[in-house]
């Protein structure tokens, strides 16, 4: 990007505010002359009400302003993320109206399927304003190579699909020194700073494979070997609770604040990825877990799913999903083999830095977008 670029104007719409979306507008509003960020809001029980106040929010209560501050903004072009949600459709149509240029950045990997007679018809029905808005974008952008053969099965055109992952803060998410402090709110001691740390992150949910992690975590045969730290969010951290409240080696995290999350994976040696494998949709899309914890340098696990392996590529362990035994195989691989482990974080980092970079994102987008409209 350079500075003729300072007059032209973006917009930026997701479904969900999440921390690295929030520096992705702010990488692109250096280079252009104004980027405006619309978005329903937070998700759930998320803890970034904060964020918020950096969007244009197109909820219930400000939608109709919201698209009218959006049509008279008139940007140059849109990024619009979570690309099958209606309201990123009826952006996308707007878009067409105002002769704006839209960017469609696409994570689904599957085809989703419904039970329901209504619903397998009302989503068909959908399916017809998707494939038909994916095969005339301008731009796509597949998250994953699973996402890119998605759009292929719509019959887009391969030439236009471009695979890139997003990226992250490389500068907030870096190797750091473990922090006493925050070892010591979670109760650790310095023993248990001594041994393994194993994290995971997010909601400890049946999609994020959180049941097949915490099998791992009851069968691991050296308990003094390792240390887990789980989240105490989600359905299946309460069906084992009482279990992991009888182990010495596992220590339960609540909710953290967005600034002690790169202390939390600097904290541990191995963070692992154990997303399910879904039959009726699409698996663990971009898991932002996965792309910090490479930005800190740790050495990392992850499933063969979704968009895990596109982001990982070889700078990590690759295992089966659903697998609680391919679990605790990895996890003691890479304690015995402290030189592996090394390498590995090594690798991440520079990954990181490189590719899932968030400056290298943007820039990547907006080369996208210029060479499309200027082709």
Known sequence: MNSNMNSVKAAVYTPYIYRWMLDFVHELSDSLGEVRFYSRGIYGNYPWTQCEQY???????HLLSAVIDYLRYRPDFIILLGSETLLSLILYLLSKIVRTNP?????????????SIVLRYLAGVKRLFVV???RNAGVLVAESEPAKEYLLRMGCSPERIHVIPHGTNTVDFQPRPKSEQLAKLLGLSANDLRASMILFVGEFSEYKGAEFMAQAILTFTNPGEAIFLIPSQGSIFLQHESQF???KNVYAYSSLDDECMPYLYNLCDIVVVPSKLCDAGSSDRSPNSLIEAMACGKAVIGTAVGGIPTIMDQAGLL???????AIVQAISQLIVDTQLRETLSKEARTRAV????????????????KQAAHG
Request: contains cysteine; glycine residues 0%.
């Open 132 to 134: 038909a808005t994916h």
């Open 354 to 369: 490189t590719t899932l970079n968030n400056h290298v994102y943007a820039r990547c987008i907006f080369e996208l977008w």
């Open 103 to 115: 960017v469609l950045i696409v994570e689904e990997n599957r085809e989703r399927t419904f039970a």
């Open 55 to 61: 969007a244009r929010l197109m909820n219930k209560q």
């Open 245 to 247: 409240n009888e182990m």
């Open 319 to 325: 295992i089966q999903p659903n697998d609680p035994a």
